[in-house]
């Protein structure tokens, strides 16, 4: 082989090690550090509230009155969802007043709501309120957010005492 060749596939081989490194290095902060959390608008310029648009290619949530009709139950409203409780995991037994903020749920320590297993990814799910009905929505996590054993991947509604499962702790929203 001649000097030439031989150099250059010793600086392919490099150029290679080198992309390897990199690669690991951002998968490693991606896995620590998480995927930015877009904000949801409330308002715009008028003072009316905007709903939150899901992302491009899904489907929109169903109106209150189609997943009432569907079998969904009671939609859990202000009027209605006072609390949230965690009914099995870590922190079984713990609730949490509803107010009109979203929670948050992950292991990163500015969730509202801080779960520590291996399934809760740092920014794992938020709970909204969005025209006077609570909805659940799922923050790209890797396990994913299952709303009645159904995985959620568009903001969805969530009825009273339907089980809300977060890697591996449920809760359910109750009066």
Known sequence: MSELTLLVLQLSFLALMWIFVFSIVWALRSDLFGQRVRKMQTADASGQSTP??????????????????????????TDNAGRLVITSGAKAGSEFPLGRDEITIGRSS???????????????????????QWMIQ??????????????????????????????????????
């Open 110 to 132: 500015d969730s509202s709501i801080i779960i520590r297993d291996d399934y809760t990814s740092n920014h794992h799910a938020r709970l909204m309120l969005w025209s006077n």
């Open 52 to 77: 939150p648009t899901p992302p491009r290619g899904t489907e929109a949530p169903r109106p209150p009155a189609a997943a009432a009709a569907a079998g969904a139950g009671d939609i859990a409203t």
């Open 138 to 175: 799922d923050l790209d996590s890797t396990n994913g957010t299952f709303l009645n054993g159904s995985r959620v991947t568009v903001p969805a509604a969530v009825p009273l005492g339907a089980t809300v499962k977060v890697g591996a702790t449920t809760f359910e929203l109750r009066r």
